[in-house]
Nanobody
């Protein structure tokens, strides 16, 4: 099994920045892709960004493209999400995810973190 622990959430004003981190433990050798999802109150969980392998492939949702950057430090088994130009609509619980396949990380990853709250005030 793989365990994922997120950190870095908090409260920030619109236009500000936050960096989320997610560290994996356990059977980390089985992980090929990692990503971030978010769930706002009353809404379904949605895909935010994913990174595959050493980081040569990254994917973003249209709503965050150009503002968020996903990166990965494989030596530390950690994935980061740098969030800039934050908007109130970015307010959500952000979840880290991991999977052995790049084909499923966007839709149905096998492993999930517990989530970290990000609140953007206007």
């Amino acid at each position: 099994q793989v365990q994922l622990v997120e950190s870095g959430g908090g409260l920030v004003q619109a236009g500000g920045s936050l960096r989320l981190a997610c560290t994996a433990s356990g059977r980390t050798f089985s992980i090929n892709a990692m990503g971030w999802f978010r769930q706002a109150p009353g809404k379904e969980r949605e895909f935010v960004a994913a990174i595959v392998g050493s980081g040569s492939i990254t994917v973003y949702s249209d709503s965050v493209k150009g503002r968020f950057t996903i990166s990965r430090d494989n030596a530390k088994n950690t994935v980061y999400l740098q969030m800039n130009s934050l908007k109130p609509e970015d307010t959500a619980v952000y979840y880290c995810a991991a999977d052995g396949s790049s084909r499923t990380i966007v839709r149905s990853p096998n492993y999930w973190g517990q989530g970290t709250q990000v609140t953007v005030s206007s």
